[in-house]
Structure formats: structure tokens, C-alpha cells
């Protein structure tokens, strides 16, 4: 899920909810499929039929759902709020069980994957500079930047 304000409507919602169900049914189908015993194979107890040898439960599988991030509002180009994408993150983990991995601001991987892909190891030797105190100022200090400065150009 990204920022994509034209693809918000209920059709793309309602397809990736059901990308999301489908994904999730087909796991637990391969899960179930590695566990089942074959042949004159022999069963010593329950649990060796509901978990892999991963210990990935058949009953506890989820897809994944990918979330450039988690902010419920922006500022859009008329400088109004507009809903973000982290209303639609919600609904979408609410409805299917899916628990959404956020790549972008303000993730901890994100800072760290951005501070090395320039080659700086310390990253208290880099500031932020932005205009979002959560995603930009907040994720930077929670990722061990040096410092962050917020603007108002957002």
C-alpha cells in the first residue's frame, strides 16, 4: 500500500482484501501440504500435524502486506488534508488478519537501508531535515540520527 490517492476507492480496496484472503488460504494450504503425513507414514502426536518444521503453525499463517507507510493525513497540492494511506493499512489488517510490514518513513529499516546505501556507518554523523514531525523528525531520533530539523514546507 502506497500513496496512490486515485487508486483509494473501494474496487482496488476490496481486490487487494481479497488478493490478501487468497494469499492467505493458499499458504495455509502449502503449510498443510508439507505436514501431512504420506503413505505408511505414522503421526506421533497432534502437533506434528498443525506446525511445519519451520514451527509455523497451518492455522497462524498470514500473507504479507507491504505498507510504504502508516500516516493517516497529508497535505495535498490544493494544501488541504487528504486521508493517507494508514486508514486503508488498518482496514485491510482489521478484515484479513494480515499484519502490514512498513518499508518507508518512519521505520528504523528504512533510516538505516538510507544511511548506508550513501556508505556512512555512525548515523549520529547525519541529521534529517523535513516537515512531518512523526515520519520524518520522530523516526529519524528513533533510528539513532544525530538530530532532525523540522520545516514547514510540507
Same mark, same amino acid.
Given at each position: ?11 482496488? =480496496?476490496?481486490? @487487494? ?11 495455509? &494450504? ?21 506446525? &511445519? ?12 502486506? /507491504? @505498507? ?14 487528504? =486521508? ?10 482489521? &478484515? &484479513?488478519? @494480515? ?19 550513501? $556508505? /556512512? ?13 512523526? $515520519?520524518?523528525?520522530? $523516526?529519524?531520533?528513533? @533510528?539513532? =540520527?544525530? $538530530? ?7
Amino acid at each position: 500500500v502506497g500513496l496512490a490517492p486515485n487508486s483509494f476507492h473501494y474496487e482496488k =480496496l476490496n481486490e @487487494a482484501f481479497r488478493l490478501l484472503l487468497r494469499l492467505k488460504e493458499n499458504q495455509k &494450504t502449502s503449510v498443510q501440504e508439507k505436514v501431512e503425513p504420506r503413505g505408511n507414514e505414522t503421526v506421533e502426536n497432534e502437533s506434528d500435524i498443525s506446525t &511445519t518444521n519451520s514451527g509455523k503453525s497451518s492455522d497462524n499463517v498470514q500473507p504479507h502486506l /507491504i @505498507a510504504i507507510h502508516r500516516a493517516t493525513h497529508y497535505r495535498d497540492s490544493d494544501h488541504q488534508l487528504s =486521508l493517507g494511506p494508514g486508514g486503508f493499512i488498518s482496514l485491510l489488517e482489521q &478484515t &484479513t488478519g @494480515a499484519s502490514a510490514h512498513v518499508i518507508g518513513k518512519p521505520s528504523y529499516d528504512f533510516y538505516r537501508a538510507a544511511i548506508s546505501s550513501i $556508505g /556512512i556507518e555512525d548515523p549520529s554523523e547525519v541529521i534529517m531535515v523535513g516537515d512531518d514531525v512523526v $515520519g520524518d523528525v520522530q $523516526g529519524a531520533l528513533d @533510528a539513532g =540520527l544525530g $538530530g532532525a530539523v523540522l520545516v514547514k514546507t510540507g
